[in-house]
């Protein structure tokens, strides 16, 4: 069983940044493909962005793209999503994933993850 750790979530001010990250301690980090997904209230939980491993391919949500970073750090074993330029729509739980050996062609499909984290509550607002 893999357990991931998100922490870094918060309140900010519309334009503002924030970096959440997700921790884990299994052995074999580096094969696993590693994601957010984010749910707002009232809606079903979306793709924000994805990393795979070891070429660290990334992929993004068009809504996030030019404002988030992604990147994982495989020996300290978590992974960061920094978010800049935020705004209110960005407000949600964000959730880490990790899927093992995961084909490029489901980055963004959330039945492809195997394991999940608690969330994290990210609040744009003034």
């Known amino acids: 069983q893999m357990r991931l750790v998100e922490s870094g979530g918060g309140l900010v001010q519309p334009g503002g940044s924030l970096r959440v990250s997700c921790e884990t301690a299994?052995?074999?980090?580096?094969?696993?493909?590693m994601a957010w997904f984010r749910q707002a209230p009232g809606k079903e939980r979306e793709f924000v962005a994805a990393?795979?491993?070891?070429?660290?391919?990334?992929y993004y949500a068009d809504s996030v793209k030019g404002r988030f970073t992604l990147s994982r750090d495989n020996a300290k074993k978590t992974v960061y999503l920094q978010m800049n330029s935020l705004k209110p729509e960005d407000t949600a739980v964000y959730y880490c994933?990790?899927?093992?050996?995961?084909?490029?062609?489901?980055?963004?499909?959330?039945?492809?993850?195997?394991?999940w984290g608690q969330g994290t509550q990210v609040t744009v607002s003034s």
């Open positions: 994933a990790a899927a093992w050996r995961l084909s490029n062609l489901y980055y963004n499909v959330q039945r492809k993850y195997d394991y």
């Open positions: 299994a052995r074999t980090f580096s094969d696993y493909f």
């Open positions: 990393i795979k491993s070891p070429d660290s391919t990334k």
